[in-house]
């Protein structure tokens, strides 16, 4: 792993699946804001137990990452302000113990693990150490393409329009399939990462709950998933969604979530998903030898791969034996296959045969513009070739490759899963 500047703030450069990617200290400021971690395991380096009630308010000037934060730490309520590094060493490195803008950190959080025990702040006083990197909810690589998708969805496509209409059709298409293998491969990767580290029924429930809270609630609905386990809500009637939402009710982003994708609305519907299915893991499993084999290649002929194996069919016997028809619309096509095969494809094996349904599969929630982009491109069209989840991929995966160099802002409406 190298580390670089970015415009005064550390990137590690590491090796993911492949090839190195870059992992800004930004990224790790916006993992500690929306807390996108597990609270419920935050230790600090000396043994202390961190509960984070607010984690401060985002300084993007000079001074501590995050002020007047209010936490518990070792069982003692204290108000302060957070710094976050890459490392360790990074207070040293950027002498923050000789400033005394830095006076009132009382937690500073890194990245990577540590063998300090404390860090030496202000006048010598003994500043917490959390360390996030076990506590993480994702995969880095996930993290930081996932970061780069939240910028692209409010992303001009202007650049990519002219890049990509200078290819030949043939070209394309075999960019966007080479594009959309990768995120599929990625995807099962991520997915058997979780299901090592949560187990099979875990991974299903972090990954359902954490879909059923795209784009904004992603991390609030994980802090659901990790303190209420997926068996707890068997068998329990509406009071255990209330409870979830009051649970974390100060982490709930509402403005500008239409009103069915209201956290409250999605938690209730978990609820009566898993009350029609309170076994829907164990079922996910068994549907793994049902389902039709097709790879890559087949599945470009969208429309005849889709009457071959009679898709509408195959669409309601998922939502049936999964959902018990509690979740429909685009959101259903996102958890199918951002959740559902990736996790299936992980825990059976059955990576090769079940991308071509991943690839063919109706799009789910996804900016309009990149349907839009494909079909001037010639990529997709109402016949032969409708739009499909798998050249939407192609096309994010592009877009990641092309825009890594860049930095944008983050995205601000709402979209859906990538």
């Known amino acids: 792993m190298k580390e670089k500047s970015?415009?005064?703030?550390?990137?590690?450069?590491?090796?993911?699946?492949?090839?190195?990617?870059?992992?800004?200290?930004?990224?790790?400021?916006?993992?500690?804001?929306?807390?996108?971690?597990?609270?419920?395991?935050?230790v600090t380096t000396d043994g202390r137990v961190v509960q984070v009630m607010h984690a401060g308010r985002w300084n993007l000037l000079g001074g501590p990452d995050f002020k007047s934060a209010r936490l518990s730490i070792g069982g003692?309520?204290?108000?302060?302000?957070?710094?976050?590094?890459?490392?360790?060493?990074?207070?040293?490195?950027?002498?923050?113990?000789?400033?005394?803008?830095?006076?009132?950190?009382?937690?500073?959080?890194?990245?990577?693990?540590?063998?300090?025990?404390?860090?030496?702040?202000?006048?010598?006083?003994?500043?917490?150490?959390?360390?996030?990197?076990?506590?993480?909810?994702?995969?880095?690589?996930?993290?930081?393409?996932?970061?780069?998708?939240?910028?692209?969805?409010?992303?001009?496509l202007s650049q990519?329009?002219?890049?990509?209409?200078?290819?030949?059709?043939?070209?394309?298409?075999?960019?966007?399939?080479?594009?959309?293998?990768?995120?599929?491969?990625?995807k099962v990767y991520y997915a058997q990462v979780r299901i090592d580290r949560l187990g099979w029924t875990e991974a299903c429930h972090h990954t359902a709950l954490e879909i059923l809270g795209y784009r904004f609630n992603r991390a609030p609905m994980l802090a659901v998933a990790a303190a209420i386990p997926f068996g707890d809500w068997v068998g329990k009637r509406e009071e255990i969604a209330e409870t979830a939402y009051a649970k974390f009710a100060d982490r709930w982003s509402k403005q500008g979530v239409r009103p069915a994708n209201h956290p409250r609305i999605r938690l209730r519907q978990y609820l009566r998903w898993v009350t029609a299915r309170p076994d829907w893991p164990k079922r996910?499993?068994?549907?793994?030898?049902?389902?039709?084999?097709?790879?890559?290649?087949?599945?470009?002929?969208?429309?005849?791969?889709?009457?071959?194996?009679?898709?509408?069919?195959?669409?309601?016997?998922?939502?049936?034996?999964?959902?018990?028809?509690?979740?429909?619309?685009?959101?259903?096509?996102?958890?199918?296959?951002?959740?559902?095969?990736?996790?299936?494809?992980a825990q059976v094996g059955t990576e090769d045969r079940l991308s071509g349904i991943w690839s063919a599969w109706p799009t789910g929630d996804i900016p309009v513009k990149y349907g839009r982009l494909l079909r001037e491109l010639?990529?997709?069209?109402?016949?032969?070739?409708?739009?499909?989840?798998?050249?939407?991929?192609?096309?994010?995966?592009?877009?990641?490759?092309?825009?890594?160099?860049?930095?944008g802002s983050p995205a601000t409406t709402e979209g859906g899963g990538a």
């Open 6 to 42: 970015e415009r005064g703030l550390a990137v590690a450069e590491i090796q993911g699946l492949y090839g190195p990617f870059s992992f800004p200290e930004k990224l790790l400021q916006q993992i500690w804001l929306r807390g996108d971690f597990n609270q419920a395991r935050a």
């Open 76 to 156: 003692i309520a204290v108000i302060g302000d957070v710094e976050v590094h890459l490392h360790a060493s990074d207070w040293v490195a950027h002498r923050h113990a000789f400033d005394p803008a830095y006076a009132d950190v009382v937690l500073h959080v890194i990245l990577f693990p540590s063998e300090d025990k404390v860090t030496a702040g202000v006048e010598g006083r003994e500043i917490p150490l959390l360390v996030l990197l076990p506590l993480l909810n994702h995969d880095l690589e996930e993290y930081a393409a996932e970061e780069v998708i939240e910028r692209l969805a409010d992303h001009p």
């Open 284 to 345: 996910l499993t068994e549907l793994a030898g049902d389902l039709p084999s097709i790879d890559f290649l087949e599945a470009q002929a969208t429309a005849l791969v889709r009457r071959q194996h009679r898709w509408t069919a195959l669409s309601a016997r998922i939502a049936d034996t999964i959902f018990g028809d509690e979740v429909g619309g685009t959101r259903f096509n996102t958890l199918v296959c951002d959740g559902l095969l990736p996790l299936l494809a």
């Open 160 to 186: 990519a329009r002219r890049e990509l209409t200078a290819m030949s059709a043939d070209k394309l298409a075999a960019e966007l399939l080479c594009c959309a293998r990768v995120r599929w491969e990625q």
């Open 378 to 407: 010639g990529m997709a069209d109402k016949s032969c070739r409708p739009l499909s989840h798998g050249v939407v991929q192609g096309l994010i995966g592009w877009l990641l490759v092309a825009d890594q160099p860049h930095e």
